[in-house]
């Protein structure tokens, strides 16, 4: 079955960069798209990017275009979320996510905190 494993999250300074990972398996992940979306305490789980299945397309929210970038891995099965410039508003938890059949497939989540 589908697997997403999220790795990466830390605590960091505002200002500061993270790189999160996602390892897929269990689907032949060059044939889907791949996204981020992110939860804050208390809110709604909302998007943060999108990536085509070659990388051709990209997607993402306004809050985070020109400081975030995804991009994907196609032999080695990952999706990964470049971070900078983070924000308190930032902190949240990261789920990777994609959709083979008719549900969408989520990830753990990994924990980002965004703190002086």
């Known amino acids: 079955q589908v697997q997403l494993v999220e790795s990466g999250g830390d605590l960091v300074h505002p200002g500061g960069s993270l790189r999160l990972s996602c390892a897929a398996s269990?689907?032949?992940?060059?044939?889907?798209?791949m996204s981020w979306y992110r939860q804050a305490s208390g809110k709604e789980r909302e998007f943060v990017a999108s990536i085509s299945t070659f990388a051709g397309y990209t997607s993402y929210a306004d809050s985070v275009k020109g400081r975030f970038t995804i991009s994907r891995d196609n032999a080695q099965n990952t999706v990964s979320l470049q971070m900078n410039s983070l924000k308190p508003e930032d902190t949240a938890l990261y789920y990777c996510?994609?959709?083979?059949?008719?549900?969408?497939?989520w990830g753990q989540g990994t924990q980002v905190t965004v703190s002086s």
């Open positions: 269990g689907f032949i992940f060059r044939n889907y798209p």
């Open positions: 996510q994609t959709r083979t059949g008719p549900f969408d497939s």
